[in-house]
């Protein structure tokens, strides 16, 4: 029998160590702490990472893809295609600026979108595509783009899992398209809460700029740093999205990390793997079929066996932390009273049986063995009693 562990293991929790520690205090110490060239170096350092031409930081994933549909123009009586299987944040900014979600089904395996159940959902009133590199999985890029070019359909990759993530070698971001990162506390790296946009597109660019902040043009540091014109005009009202330089030198710090963080979390990964081989009961992640690199962002495998609300029950007498990524969109009460119901069979199957179990690169082999042992335990008592 498994004795229950004194400390709670938790889902998820960032990784900082002294680097980051250091790049923050240097920055406090610079006194320049709002947007600045740490900014710019942060963003220099994305495009380097993604291959794309420009990397615009922002305050969150979610304030990043709100820039986005609104730099596109899309609005009232636009579609834009989507899985459910995603955090709510993305429904909720195509809703909120009038337009549809339309929901494609996904791969039951990987839980990524489905890309070959995309071209029937395309209408003329189609704006864009939003694949979701799920878990650190990325979808398939190839064939999404190639349906998109031929109908002229902009994509916008969801790539709040996928730092890291590649497909046949280019990384997310990097497919000519639109991709939105995030660097939420729990995400392979961090600023605290923050985000990226990358893309290849000069107008575009000058326009998210001016989006990001009030409608001002020119960044704060380039308007009060020496030399700098403080004067400015507005031709657009815009939000206040941008990242500041204390969080741009803790992302600059994670990413200088981010090949021991992925790394660790695929070993950890490997790890699960090994432990819940051939458990009955438990379904593991699949692989997509093309040539790809994960991330590992989640690990989220499919309990069969038992009501999964008792699952989670159980888990918690072992203290261990758990995560639902995601519950549908297709089912948020909203999304059903003002788009209808749509049936999506295998986004349903699966998220009856998803659980996210803790990963991240600060867990010891033994804190996935507990995990592994446990569940194996919870899994073999009859009817989880």
């Not at 963080?261 to 009955?280: C, P, S």
Request: one cysteine or more.
């Amino acid at each position: 029998m498994v004795e229950s562990r004194e400390e709670f293991l938790p889902l998820n929790k960032p990784s900082i160590g002294e680097a980051e520690i250091a790049a923050v205090t240097a920055c406090l110490k610079s006194k320049w702490i709002t947007t600045g060239p740490l900014c710019a170096q942060f963003e220099e350092q994305f495009t380097a990472l993604t291959g794309a031409r420009y990397a615009l930081s922002v305050v969150s994933a979610t304030a990043g893809m709100h820039l986005a549909l609104l730099a596109l123009g899309i609005g009232p009586g636009d579609e834009v295609i989507t899985p459910s299987m995603t955090f709510a944040s993305t429904v909720n900014m195509v809703a909120r600026l009038g337009a549809k979600p339309v929901f494609a089904d996904i791969r039951y395996d990987t839980l990524t979108i489905d890309a070959e159940r995309i071209e029937a959902l395309i209408t003329p009133r189609t704006r864009a595509i939003i694949p979701v590199h799920f878990a650190g999985a990325p979808a398939d890029m190839d064939r999404i783009g190639e349906i998109a070019a031929r109908f002229g359909v902009t994509v916008i990759e969801d790539a709040a899992h996928a730092v890291g993530t590649r497909l046949r070698g280019t990384h997310a971001g990097g497919f000519g398209g639109i991709a939105i990162f995030s660097f939420h506390p729990l995400k392979n790296i961090t600023t605290g809460e923050g985000g990226m946009i990358t893309h290849n597109d000069d107008t575009l660019q000058n326009r998210l700029r001016i989006l990001r902040f009030h409608g001002i043009e020119r960044d704060a540091w380039k308007r009060y740093g020496k030399g700098g014109n403080p004067e400015y005009d507005i031709s657009e009202p815009g939000y206040k999205y941008n990242l500041t330089d204390i969080q741009a030198a803790l992302g600059i710090a994670q990413l200088g990390r981010l090949d021991e963080f992925n790394a660790r979390r695929r070993a950890l990964v490997n790890l699960y793997r090994e432990g819940l081989a051939g458990v009955a009961g438990v379904e593991l992640p699949g692989d997509p079929p093309y040539p790809h690199t994960h991330s590992h962002h989640l690990f989220v495998p499919k309990v069969c066996a038992m009501e999964r609300g008792l699952f989670m029950e159980r888990l918690s007498e072992y203290n261990i932390g758990y995560g639902l990524h995601f519950p549908p969109c297709h089912g948020l009460t909203y999304v059903t009273a003002r788009f209808g119901v749509t049936s999506l069979p295998e986004t349903e199957r699966a998220a009856a049986r998803i659980i996210s179990l803790p990963l991240f690169p600060d867990m010891t082999d033994q804190d996935v063995g507990y995990v592994c042992a446990a569940v194996r335990e919870i899994l073999s008592r009859p009817g989880g009693a």
